[in-house]
Nanobody, 125 residues
Framework: QVQLVESGGGLVQAGGSLRLSCAAS??????????LGWFRRAPGKERDFVAG????????GYADSVKGRFTNSRDNAKNTVYLQMNELKPEDHAVYYC????????????????WGQGTQVTVSS
């Protein structure tokens, strides 16, 4: 069982930055067995893939809409994954969720076993 808790959301002006964190309640050994993903749900829309990172942290993938602006990283010693968000745009306004699945990462939300409760990101224009 893995519990995920996101933090770091808030209100920011367009062009600004935020760093989201997602802490996992698991042993370091267990955490390193999981790939992590970030998803977001904008008002009135479905939950969309944002970024994913491999178990080692050596490989990360991004949605086209955030590529070059967002950076996904993880610290397995701290059981934490991060999403650095730069050059934020009003269309980035959403609730952001982290999720975990065993082995390989995926851009499909259905593939993930564990989810955090979400953190709100609001971008003002």
């Amino acid at each position: 069982q893995v519990q995920l808790v996101e933090s770091g959301g808030g209100l920011v002006q367009a062009g600004g930055s935020l760093r989201l964190s997602c802490a996992a309640s698991a042993s370091a050994y267990t955490f390193s067995a999981y790939a992590l993903g970030w998803f977001r749900r904008a008002p009135g829309k479905e939950r969309d893939f944002v970024a994913g990172i491999s178990r080692s942290g050596n490989t990360a993938g991004y949605a086209d809409s955030v590529k070059g602006r967002f950076t996904n990283s993880r610290d397995n010693a701290k059981n934490t994954v991060y999403l650095q968000m730069n050059e934020l745009k009003p269309e980035d306004h959403a609730v952001y969720y982290c999720a975990a699945k065993l082995w390989a990462s995926s851009n499909k939300s259905m593939a993930y076993e564990y989810w955090g409760q979400g953190t709100q990101v609001t971008v003002s224009s």
